[in-house]
């Protein structure tokens, strides 16, 4: 089946492509000549996913998702969540958001959070969401070069390393997108 993943986040589309497998044929809309923007201004995950969802639904009228995801940490009061991909600012880089990150944390000790996924699906007009959660902590100094955003300083709970440690299959194992996609496929099947 083919899916249009309504993103230009090409780690994202890896992900997807790998964590759904060989039933699906993961598509982002520049192989399909778009090269505009896809807005993303809701105040929560889930308008994002929707808002991204239901631009490229009519945009091409084909089966499409969209996720968002944010990390949320417990002791900032869920911050950065919907901001995730510009706690630094408009023009920043993973590395500005993760040094952000440590410096708002240098003083506290309470260190839990969870990265949150939502993915919106449309099939024909009308969309259906999808939670995946993965709870963990933030450690006070990256490591590990894998992944990509605040991987470095994620310790999913029940494990020493971070995501960024982890391989590419040991993520997807155990990732929020990887629970929000499984939920998603299983409907699919």
Request: charged fraction near 25%.
């Amino acid at each position: 089946m083919e899916l249009l993943f309504a993103t230009a986040n090409l780690h994202k589309r890896q992900e997807a492509a790998t964590i759904l497998g060989s039933s699906f044929s993961i598509i982002v809309p520049s192989s399909l000549g778009f090269s505009g923007e896809i807005p993303e201004t809701g105040l929560t995950l889930e308008e994002n996913a929707l808002q991204k969802a239901r631009f490229i639904w009519d945009k091409f009228r084909i089966p499409c998702f969209a996720d968002d995801t944010g990390l949320e940490v417990e002791a900032l009061n869920g911050a950065p969540g919907v901001y995730s991909a510009r706690y630094a600012g408009p023009s920043c880089s993973y590395t500005d958001n993760v040094n952000k990150l440590l410096e708002e944390m240098k003083d506290i000790t309470l260190r839990k959070a969870r990265f949150r996924c939502i993915i919106a699906l449309i099939l024909d007009g009308r969309p259906v969401l999808y939670e995946g959660i993965v709870p963990g902590s933030i450690i006070t100094a990256p490591r590990g070069n894998n992944g990509f955003g605040y991987d470095p300083v994620f310790v999913p709970l029940g494990y020493e390393k971070t995501f960024a440690q982890m391989t590419e299959e040991e993520k997807n194992t155990l990732s929020h997108r990887k629970r929000a996609l499984g939920k998603m496929a299983l409907a699919l099947q």
